[in-house]
């Protein structure tokens, strides 16, 4: 399989990219790809953080592309899991620490090395998300289901679409189904309506989110809640196997249930 | 690969597709070169871009390698990315359809084929017509009317450079704002006009909004022969 290299990505800030990216970073693992996960975000490092990867750093991203040491020094390994690694970000530098072209040769000289490269981006359209994002093929765009996030992804997939970034698939995270359902929030149909690519995953808000950002423990790593098998199923749409989106319970007849029906052909 | 068509007024219409890689785009022009031969010095001609995002880079590597060597003249550099075309105006470079002297009460339209997301942004003297949609933060300017066959999230102004004889027309109204010559009209999102086929006009100095179109008529009774 030739490699393939992802980037996280969102406009808006805070919206779960660097959640998303450990998650599938580790579940794509836990479906036996060697995967590295990058923190593209220079200068507010957040990844090692949420992976739980922290007080292994020796050095970093930044480090390798000054040269103070060669790549594979900055890569830590997952030892909770196998096939997983991930190369931090400095705290102590700005966005302009790293080029686009440095970036894409970071990305190539892992290439040979790796099945997936996922790039956890930082928020926003400036040079820090056109860096992050020079040298991957493909993108993972994250949204909410509200009003601003959904704006910003569209800006962001049209930059993506000008940066020849194929395909652009969407995650919508923190669905809360009874809102949706009561219509104050945003279904994922009326977002797919709006932002025209391709869905490879939602995920419902769940509080263990929260709870494993916190401990460091990617919740693809063993847990088993709802959020957990949302990741697992959007990393294995990803490896191209065909999973069902799942049922976030909603009454049929339109919103996210209507939308599984229509998506799924069987809604006649 | 750069497609070179032919447009009225014997303009010439330098079609770079946006699946174009941003690394080809020089050497694609070179084949132009090539190819387009005799008939590209002198000629005017109109860079489209889509709605590629073109950096000064770019941009600089075009005008030396394509627009001086080839010694066409640009009439228009077309993209929909905003901040490009604000690069480009800065530079004085023109970003808007070049059009013909309109009649009288007729204007050139210029026809898109696909939706507007966020950050984009289309200029036209002339008429307007988008067949998709036009999202939140993407705008639309005409000097004359918009026909937007989808639906109508983001900014539209028509009759920007005045004219208030001019409308919006937009299958699916979800604006809060509508601007028509030097009015602004808002609209609530509880409005019985959010989501429906609607003709925003303005009349004696009002912006008014109706649904479209308005069915009137009378029923023709066919009489009954004997």
Known sequence: MAPRVIVVTSGKGGVGKTTATANIA???AGLGKKVVAIDGDVGLRNLDVIMGLENRIVYTLVDAIDGICRLNQALIRDKRIENLYMIP????????????????KVCDELRSDFDYILIDSPAGIESGF?????????????????????RDADRIIG????????????????????????????GVADVLDILAIDLVGMVPDDETVVTSSNKGEPLTLSGNSIAARAFKNIAARIAGE??????????????????????????? | MIKLKGMSDSMLRCV??????????TASFGSIMEKGGV???GAKVVLDFGARVLSEKTICSILSEFVWPSGVSVAAWITYDASSQEILKRAGLVTSEPTSEPGAGISSALVLHRSLRSGQRVEHRGDVIIAGHVNDGAEVLASGNITILGR?????????????????????????????GGKIGSLDRDAEWWGKHVIVSVRDGVVLIEYWPTIKGELVVKEESA
């Open chain 1, 26 to 28: 580790t579940a794509l």
């Open chain 1, 89 to 104: 970000t400095a705290q102590s530098k700005t966005k302009d620490a790293v080029t686009s072209d440095q970036m894409v």
């Open chain 1, 130 to 150: 056109r860096n992050a994002a020079a040298g991957a093929d493909e993108a993972l765009v994250v949204t909410t289901p509200e009003v601003s996030a959904v």
């Open chain 1, 159 to 186: 930059l993506l679409e000008s940066m020849e970034k194929s395909p652009i698939r969407l995650i919508v995270n923190r669905i809360r189904p009874h809102m949706v359902r009561k219509g104050d929030m945003l």
């Open chain 1, 242 to 268: 065909d999973v069902p989106f799942m049922n976030l319970d909603v009454p049929s007849g339109g919103g996210l249930f209507g939308f599984f029906k229509r998506a799924f052909g069987n809604g006649r």
């Open chain 2, 16 to 25: 770079v597709p946006e699946e174009l890689p941003s690394s080809e785009i």
């Open chain 2, 39 to 41: 008939i590209l010095p």
């Open chain 2, 152 to 180: 109508l999230n983001g900014l539209v102004h028509a009759g920007y450079e005045g004219d208030e004889n001019t409308t919006v027309v937009s299958r699916s109204m979800e604006a809060l704002q509508v601007r028509i």
